[in-house]
């Protein structure tokens, strides 16, 4: 599904070019609104495999959104929301939400939950990727080196996994933190190379000649 046309509405214009810019990277093609109105003009001319619809929005609200979409079309969504009040919970899964996300997220969380909603709507589509001979499934949350399965902390497989996915693209710390610890957290970009030194002691020999640091720039995973 690494094909899919995504649609996300939000009139937080850092929220679109932040989320657009995770999807794209995934192998996603993307599609923006910034109100709900723009939003269905969009489902109803253009295929759309899912929608992350945010609630409030100028013109017609998350809800309506939803509501209306569901009219035409079955497609996952997944609704965003400051607030986690169960209100909000009931109305949005009452309008035919499938998966509900509360900001602030992780931006590589939520691109998790569309590969999962995806593969959900289509069974036979496949989360794993494989690497010369490392192999990481994000929907089981496992990862395996030549069939041995590797013993990560969760953000050692976000991290892991976050590399894959961009498998030959030189990463910065700042876009790793982006990813992996969410556009909100406010501690040392070190944290990053710490995480980096784990993953290389359990990927062994292989981890030495495919994560590559690049000086003055970040790191990135060699195929």
């Avoid at 899919?4 to 192998?27: H, M, P, Q, T, Y």
């Avoid at 395996?144 to 990463?171: I, P």
């Amino acid at each position: 599904m690494g094909n899919a046309k995504i649609l996300i509405a939000d009139d937080e214009e850092r929220i679109v070019r932040l989320v657009c810019d995770f999807l794209s990277a995934a192998g996603y093609e993307t599609l923006s609104a910034a109100d709900g109105v723009q939003a269905f003009e969009i489902v109803k001319t253009t295929p759309v495999d899912l929608a992350v619809v945010d609630i409030m929005m100028p013109e017609m609200d998350g809800w309506e959104l939803t509501r209306e979409i569901r009219k035409i079309s079955d497609m996952p969504i997944i609704m965003l929301s400051a607030r986690a009040e169960e209100f909000d919970l009931l109305t949005g899964f009452e309008s035919g939400v499938d998966e509900y996300v509360t900001k602030p997220f992780s931006p590589a969380v939520l691109v998790k939950r569309v590969e999962a909603l995806l593969k959900r709507s289509n069974p036979t589509a496949s989360v794993s990727t494989e690497a010369v001979g490392l192999v990481v499934d994000e929907q089981a949350f496992s990862a395996t080196l030549d069939g041995k399965v590797l013993e990560l902390t969760l953000k050692e497989f976000e991290l892991l996994a976050h590399l894959k996915r961009n498998a030959g693209q030189v990463l910065s710390r700042d876009q790793l933190l982006d990813a992996v610890w969410g556009y909100t957290y406010t501690g040392d970009a070190r944290t990053v190379d710490s995480h980096i030194a784990r993953l290389r002691i359990k990927l062994g020999d292989w981890g030495g000649t495919h994560l590559k640091t690049i000086y003055g720039m970040g790191y990135k995973l060699e195929t």
